[in-house]
């Protein structure tokens, strides 16, 4: 019984150290490949953190986001909002170019600096035309309270209204955007 056992060991070693070395491989490729992903956020980070020009909490109050019973954020809260929000939007680079579009879109005549993400969203929503900045603002807010229920500082936020009124922004932006069709 023992010699069966051996000889089962000495014919499974090949195919669990190649399993083995395989699965080391793999590994080691997935994590430069997050290296890199930690590299190019860290890269970002500060350049979209520059763009806000020390207004974190200010951007965050123009944003017209519908919270509960009519409350409001507190400063530190809005600040720290902000804060995920600029961590979100360097996570996703597909996201921070729309952003980045946003502020295009409603920088001075003749000015080669980007608006601020204040200025940009107060003229959203002052011009009722809601756009880029708060369409990427609300798919963030959402994606941050949808995966991180324990952060408090979105608490007083209401996700079901930020979702009907991001899923209304998504269709319009999709609705205007170039090479979509109007029948």
């Known amino acids: 019984m023992s010699i069966l056992l051996i000889i089962a060991l000495i014919l499974a070693w090949p195919t669990y150290g190649l399993s083995l070395l395989a699965w080391l491989v793999l590994l080691h490729f997935s994590s430069k490949r997050k290296l890199k992903g930690i590299d190019r956020m860290r890269e970002n980070q500060p350049l979209i953190d520059s763009l806000f020009r020390k207004q974190h909490a200010e951007f ?60 940009a969203a107060r003229s959203e929503k002052q ?23 324990g952060l408090k500082c979105f608490e007083l936020i209401d996700l079901g209204k930020l979702m009907q009124e991001r899923i209304l922004l998504d269709t319009r932006l999709t609705m205007l955007s170039p090479g979509s069709r109007h029948d």
Not at 76 to 105: M, S, T, V, W
Not at 130 to 136: M, R
């Open 60 to 119: 965050v109050r123009t944003l017209d986001l519908p919270y509960l019973s009519g409350l409001r954020l507190s400063e530190a809260d809005a600040n720290q909002c902000a804060r995920h929000l600029i961590n979100y939007l360097a996570h996703n680079p597909d996201e921070a170019a729309l952003f980045i579009k946003g502020l295009e879109k409603w920088k001075p005549l003749n000015s080669t600096q980007l608006s601020d993400p204040v200025t």
């Open 127 to 149: 011009y009722n035309a809601k756009g880029e900045i708060h369409l990427t603002s609300y798919r963030a807010i959402e994606a941050l309270m949808t995966n991180n229920k």
